[in-house]
Nanobody, 119 residues
Framework: QLQASGGGLVQAGGSLRLSCVASGRTASAYTMGWFRQAPGKEREFVAL???????TYADSVKGRFTISRDNAKITAYLQMNSLKPEDTAVYYC???????????????WGQGTLVTVSS
């Protein structure tokens, strides 16, 4: 299971930190990723981090968001700074149960946490 948390309401320019904790069968989470889905839009990729710390970001969040992980806690984080209204979305974390590096196939998905950025 993946449990995402940390969403909320923030003003434009503000910051939030999302967390995603893996447990149970997802305890062997290798690559962990963040996705988001805005109202009326398709889900889109935000960032991923592999087991050894290789990172990929979507162009739209580069320089503003930082993904990290604590392997001992099997937890991934998404530090979001300089938030914009267009970052408003439900944010989902995902995990790949096999070591496929930066080309993961996500086996597990969290329930999502809502981020709302007001202008």
């Amino acid at each position: 299971q993946l449990q995402a948390s940390g969403g909320g309401l923030v003003q434009a320019g503000g910051s939030l930190r999302l967390s995603c904790v893996a447990s149970g069968r997802t305890a062997s989470a290798y690559t962990m990723g963040w996705f988001r889905q805005a109202p009326g839009k398709e889900r889109e990729f935000v960032a991923l981090i592999t087991w050894i710390g290789s990172i990929t970001y979507a162009d739209s969040v580069k320089g503003r968001f930082t993904i990290s992980r604590d392997n001992a806690k099997i937890t991934a984080y998404l530090q979001m700074n300089s938030l914009k209204p267009e970052d408003t979305a439900v944010y989902y974390c995902a995990a790949d149960s096999r070591p496929r590096g930066s080309n993961p196939t996500y086996d597990y998905w969290g329930q999502g946490t809502l981020v709302t950025v007001s202008s």
